[in-house]
């Protein structure tokens, strides 16, 4: 089993950036697909960028694609999404999550551990 805690949300300027982190404890985060997704208010949790156990792809939504960046550090049991031109329509609770699936085809019901969420607020 694993824990995640996110950090690094906030608010923040239209065009401007931040970097969330998760960082895993118990079992090693290098054990699993992690994932950030986003809720807004009123509508569905989205998955927005993933990443393989070992870093080496990442998938991304479309509407993220270009401005975000997801990374990890196994030493540390870290995962990062860097958020660069950030828009109003970024603004969303931001979840970390972790799958013992292999990377590729996740949805939303493929991953097993959550956090408890980060609120990032872009104002226009």
């Known amino acids: 089993q694993v824990q995640l805690v996110e950090s690094g949300g906030g608010l923040v300027q239209a065009g401007g950036s931040l970097r969330l982190s998760c960082a895993a404890s118990g079992r090693t985060s290098s054990s699993y697909t992690m994932g950030w997704f986003r809720q807004a208010p009123e509508k569905e949790r989205d998955l927005i960028a993933a990443i393989s156990r070992n870093g080496r792809s990442t998938a991304y939504a479309d509407s993220v694609k270009g401005r975000f960046a997801l990374s990890r550090d196994n030493a540390k049991n870290t995962v990062y999404l860097q958020m660069n031109s950030l828009k109003h329509e970024d603004t969303a609770v931001y979840y970390c999550?972790?799958?013992?699936?292999?990377?590729?085809?996740?949805?939303?019901?493929?991953?097993?551990?959550w956090g408890q969420g980060t609120q990032v607020t872009v104002s226009s």
């Open positions: 999550a972790a799958s013992v699936r292999p990377f590729y085809g996740l949805g939303i019901k493929d991953y097993d551990y």
